[in-house]
């Protein structure tokens, strides 16, 4: 396979040349449907902790992502005329049937993904009219999947009247199987698969070498959690991409949209995401000191997210062999100057985190863990100038290939 | 076409001989698809009333739906061996693609649909495996279709882990295209016919001849208003039939649990379903001259709720072309003896129309009402022995024709 386009993007560039080449990966397995699908769908239960039904806030209150998710949704300016160029080059209309599907993996209330389905099928329209395809122009159907605790009542009010598609939605972790075989043309993620199924099990473990005393995430953590986290972070790449390869027809078109972070880059000088979790984590600290929960209670708290760096995500691509990479860039996010002040940045982190923070803390602390949080943020002048945030984005569209060839 | 199979039910039996006939039907019209999609998805205001957005109640609660639908589950005990033996005698599982997608049309928060679904999916799977297909035992996806407004969210965290079907929600009223051109493979409803699209206008008009004064339903009333309401339901069961009939594939299956009353029945020595509005009515005339609120108040309220009889659905199928008729049979529901006290048929009912009341009266009046209504119930012997519920089922299978055969 050769890595047929890649283009420095017109924004920052970490890595000048990635070299992408895809190997193996774990072939369909005869499971029977009945096992695999009740796998792929149930959450387990590890410690008396529900995992991986984490989810960001619902409904479209002030707390809600739908009303706090700019930060996110601008990527998707950047990304669309990359998507349509793509999908104008690369996309296979001579095979389609008469549903052309599309899903989106990890569509939370909907705000930021009914923006990208419209990009999407609007530009497979074109590329059928202008492929001569008019009088076969197939009906759309969209899956928008989240998991099964993500607020779809409030995804599905919201619904664009006007749209080119049929809408359903799909419950369900995107690190397993969510849909038949061989049923989907386009898959899409966005600011997504910085997501982890689960917490490394043994960062909480307080015997452990790698449990993470003091703080709530990896970054800036001693090397064996950052470990822990890779680790986890390889697994469930390396399971949503397999997932995906079964779902997919052959020819069937992802398009991802990786937050990360640079490699090398100086937290006194430039921030990025993983400054976010240490503000938080501090604050936690600080509500401890106050006596509001223990310092041991903040010790087992630990964020289920993980950046990635480019040199990373290489490498998962690197040892999967189910797709061919057609584009690999690195884009920045103009949404980072939509969260102008600092309550705007506590609203931006409240709607990500608050049903994590609460089922771990109770839902008395968060007002407070939230105004100490924008006080944080207020008091520092990085902050105040959103061109100091250095998070980058991966964005990345590969081919399924076809189903004998490995 | 010919009726193929008709068989007298082990149970109440209406009309000893319904003989149909499929007409002519609307042809797929022609729309672009936008506005084909915009229409059939977009909810309609009229008056300031949002149509066709009355649901049941949500969630898992004491009053919710989920926990008090056993009656309507109860056709299912009855429907399972007919639904089997159909399966069984006429899928046709020749042409079938990678995906067999089921729908199930008016699903509400899934607890009777998921036992459903369980039973279609192991019949078709039965199916196939008796008709040597084992190693090409295709991936089930169910569709869980109702309204926008539905409880999406229990339902899908109510979900039951062991199933042999990828699960997906689609939001959005029956009465028009949910689904992709010929993309279904068995589509199912059960308990939902009997719900209107909107209450037919000139009812609630009170300048014009059908005005329903003092009564909150069709039955009962002056003919007009029974016309009004029967008219509203050949067109809206009409409409149902013509989106199911552009979603299935050519031999796809639809199998219908109509509720329905017999044509004549002694409202004096048994009940129907009629019934429970007559009391629910009587209940909300109390509370109007206790002063709660105001006798318009109950003139303007009126149920989106019409019950046929064997005749006028025999009728509407008569003039549907594009369906022939496997089976029809009247069948009686024993879910109506699992609710032996008058607090459970009150819990019943305010399942099911809570949502519409609490819109109309405010919800302040919700608690009085049903304890006027359980009382009510209490007091008259005739309720007291299911038996006397002469509510009926008309089971129906209809398989879609060849798309150029009408």
């Not at 705000?111 to 059928?128: D, G, P, Q, V, W």
């Not at 390396?238 to 990786?258: C, D, P, Y």
């Not at 902050?383 to 004998?404: A, W």
């Amino acid at each position: 396979m050769k890595m047929k386009s890649f283009r420095a993007g017109r924004y920052l560039m970490i890595s000048a040349r990635i070299h992408i080449r895809m190997l193996s990966c774990q072939s369909d397995s005869n499971l029977r449907i009945q096992n695999r699908i009740a796998n792929s769908h149930s959450s387990t239960v590890v410690g008396g902790r529900m995992l991986g039904q984490y989810v960001t806030n619902g409904g479209d209150g002030p707390n809600s992502y739908a009303q706090n998710s700019s930060y996110q949704g601008g990527v998707l300016e950047v990304a669309k005329p990359i998507i349509e160029e793509e999908i104008s080059k690369k996309l296979d209309v001579k095979h389609h049937s008469s549903t052309f599907r599309i899903a989106d993996f990890g569509c939370s209330t909907g705000h930021n993904s009914f923006a990208a389905m419209k990009i999407i099928t609007e530009a497979i329209k074109r590329k059928l009219e202008t492929d001569g395809q008019t009088s076969h122009i197939p009906d759309f159907q969209v899956f928008f999947n989240d998991k099964v605790a993500n607020d779809f009542n409030t995804l599905f009010s919201s619904l664009p009247s006007k749209r080119l598609y049929y809408a359903s939605g799909v419950p369900g972790s995107f690190h397993g199987r969510l849909l038949p075989k061989a049923s989907l043309h386009f898959a899409y993620s966005s600011y997504t698969l910085n997501w982890l199924s689960e917490v490394p099990k043994e960062v909480e473990d307080d015997t452990s070498p790698t449990w993470n005393r003091g703080k709530i995430h990896c970054f800036g953590a001693r090397k064996e959690v950052l470990k822990a986290y890779s680790n986890q972070y390889v697994k469930d790449v390396e399971a949503f991409l397999e997932s995906r390869a079964e779902e997919l027809v052959a020819g069937g078109l992802m398009a991802l949209i990786v937050p990360a972070v640079p490699a090398f880059w100086n937290p006194n000088t430039a921030f990025t995401s993983i400054t976010e979790f240490d503000i938080l984590g501090s604050c936690l600290m600080d509500l401890a000191e106050k006596g509001r929960f223990s310092k041991a209670k903040v010790d087992s708290f630990n964020l289920p997210l993980h950046y990635t760096v480019p040199q990373e995500f290489e490498a998962i691509l690197e040892r999967s062999h189910n797709y061919t990479l057609e584009r690999m860039e690195i884009i920045d996010n103009p949404g980072k100057c939509t969260l102008p002040g600092p309550k705007d940045r506590a609203s931006f982190v409240r709607a990500v985190f608050e049903q994590l923070l609460t089922n771990h803390f109770g839902s008395e602390i968060i007002d407070e863990l939230f105004h100490q949080y924008a006080k944080k943020i207020a008091a520092s002048p990085l902050f105040l100038d959103p061109e100091n945030d250095k998070t980058i984005m991966i964005f990345v569209l590969l081919k399924r290939k076809p189903y004998d060839q490995k």
